[in-house]
């Protein structure tokens, strides 16, 4: 069982919402969309399932073409952010109704209801309404009446977006082992770089309209394309300042240098751009080969265990994030350090020339 979209596009009204893409998704797994709002994601699940038609390409299910074929017409199930259930049903109803209209035999209904309340743990809610569950069990009724379709393709929509933090969390490592044993391709949206971690299978990452990278999400994560796939792929984005390569050595801005190894030693000389993620900044030098930044301090975000702080660097804004309490004067000078392994390097076009050395020992 596959999906393939080939070089599928949408325009609406002259603006491009997706530029041709490319993608195979394969039976039984989970393919994480990350990027931005207004980055295309929403945009490409309707052109999956078949709610908006393509201007250009083909979409082929398990072979056949089904460009243009309606989504009734396909064994497809979607959940949206917002609860979509129906509040005058009960939730053994809820689940039940896309198998009534089916046509199912009450024994098969019945016999399907119980064995996804069970795997969605709402068996002790089944004779409730919606409206008597709380956010996250609403949650999980919806998905519920997804799964019980036994689609074959099930998009979900940044599903966990209204929920609050501990629900999240919750359903964020209960639904990659929920999804194991469906069998479907799953296609799940979200901005946030941490969940298509936690969620792991693929990721394909979107900017503006584009695909950028498809791959497995350790592989997107850890050496990211260019410079666009890493920004999207890092929460807060990934930080970039200039370097010059002029032989076996690097020279950045403050008059900082570092030995070109690995990778970094066989590009030519010139010039390039750094990438780092703000959680390998560092207050205090961890070894000797650490490099030393002159930055000032803009803001200071604290969330509890951790601290976001905002640094100017000669015009560059940069973020870091520290681990504990900061107590830090704002406007004051602040060296902030970098371990050089954590290092990506870009060409002029943004594409990666040099993967980071930890990423590759990984």
Same mark, same amino acid.
């Given at each position: 069982?596959?999906?393939?979209?080939?070089?599928?596009?949408?325009?609406?009204?002259?603006?491009?919402?997706?530029?041709?893409?490319?993608?195979?998704?394969?039976?039984?797994?989970?393919?994480?969309?990350?990027?931005?709002?207004?980055?295309?994601?929403?945009?490409?699940?309707?052109?999956?399932?078949?709610?908006?038609?393509?201007?250009?390409?083909?979409?082929?299910?398990?072979?056949?073409?089904?460009?243009?074929?309606?989504?009734?017409?396909?064994?497809?199930?979607?959940?949206?952010?917002?609860?979509?259930?129906?509040?005058?049903?009960?939730?053994?109803?809820?689940?039940?109704?896309?198998?009534?209209?089916?046509?199912?035999?009450?024994?098969?209904?019945?016999?399907?209801?119980?064995?996804?309340?069970?795997?969605?743990?709402?068996?002790?809610?089944?004779?409730?309404?919606?409206?008597?569950?709380?956010?996250?069990?609403?949650?999980?009724?919806?998905?519920?009446?997804?799964?019980?379709?036994?689609?074959?393709?099930?998009?979900?929509?940044?599903?966990?977006?209204?929920?609050?933090?501990?629900?999240?969390?919750?359903?964020?490592?209960?639904?990659?082992?929920?999804?194991?044993?469906?069998?479907?391709?799953?296609?799940?949206?979200?901005?946030?770089?941490?969940?298509?971690?936690?969620?792991?299978?693929?990721?394909?990452?979107?900017?503006?309209?584009?695909?950028?990278?498809?791959?497995?999400?350790?592989?997107?994560?850890?050496?990211?394309?260019?410079?666009?796939?890493?920004?999207?792929?890092?929460?807060?984005?990934?930080?970039?300042?200039?370097?010059?390569? &002029?032989?076996?050595?690097?020279?950045?801005?403050?008059?900082?240098?570092?030995?070109?190894?690995?990778?970094?030693?066989?590009?030519?000389?010139?010039?390039?751009?750094?990438?780092?993620?703000?959680?390998?900044?560092?207050?205090?030098?961890?070894?000797?080969?650490?490099?030393?930044?002159?930055?000032?301090?803009?803001?200071?975000?604290?969330?509890?265990?951790?601290?976001?702080?905002?640094?100017?660097?000669?015009?560059?804004?940069?973020?870091?994030?520290?681990?504990?309490?900061?107590?830090?004067?704002?406007? &004051?000078?602040?060296?902030?350090?970098?371990?050089?392994?954590?290092?990506?390097?870009?060409?002029?076009?943004?594409?990666?020339?040099?993967?980071?050395?930890?990423?590759?020992?990984?």
């Amino acid at each position: 069982m596959t999906l393939e979209l080939k070089g599928v596009s949408k325009v609406v009204n002259g603006q491009t919402h997706i530029y041709p893409t490319d993608l195979t998704l394969q039976k039984g797994t989970m393919n994480v969309l990350l990027g931005p709002t207004l980055s295309g994601k929403t945009s490409l699940m309707r052109l999956m399932a078949g709610l908006d038609v393509p201007n250009t390409g083909r979409i082929i299910w398990n072979g056949d073409d089904v460009t243009g074929m309606r989504v009734q017409d396909r064994k497809v199930a979607m959940v949206y952010q917002q609860f979509i259930n129906y509040p005058s049903m009960t939730v053994y109803d809820n689940i039940a109704s896309p198998m009534r209209l089916l046509g199912k035999s009450a024994s098969e209904i019945d016999a399907a209801v119980r064995k996804t309340a069970d795997l969605m743990q709402l068996t002790p809610m089944l004779d409730r309404k919606p409206l008597e569950l709380s956010g996250g069990q609403q949650q999980r009724c919806a998905l519920a009446r997804a799964l019980v379709k036994d689609a074959g393709l099930v998009l979900l929509d940044e599903p966990l977006a209204n929920l609050d933090y501990k629900l999240r969390e919750e359903l964020r490592a209960e639904i990659p082992k929920i999804f194991a044993e469906a069998g479907s391709i799953f296609v799940y949206a979200t901005t946030e770089p941490e969940e298509a971690l936690l969620l792991g299978g693929n990721t394909a990452t979107l900017w503006e309209g584009r695909v950028t990278q498809f791959d497995e999400t350790p592989t997107v994560y850890r050496n990211p394309i260019d410079a666009t796939t890493a920004r999207v792929f890092s929460d807060p984005p990934m930080n970039f300042l200039s370097v010059t390569k &002029a032989g076996k050595k690097l020279s950045f801005g403050d008059g900082q240098s570092a030995s070109a190894t690995g990778a970094m030693a066989d590009l030519a000389d010139g010039q390039y751009t750094a990438g780092f993620r703000p959680n390998h900044v560092e207050l205090k030098r961890a070894a000797k080969s650490d490099l030393e930044f002159d930055t000032k301090l803009v803001v200071t975000e604290i969330t509890g265990s951790e601290t976001f702080v905002h640094l100017d660097h000669h015009g560059d804004r940069w973020v870091g994030l520290i681990h504990g309490v900061q107590n830090l004067e704002l406007g &004051a000078a602040l060296p902030v350090y970098l371990n050089p392994s954590y290092i990506y390097m870009f060409d002029a076009n943004g594409a990666l020339v040099a993967p980071a050395s930890y990423a590759t020992a990984a």
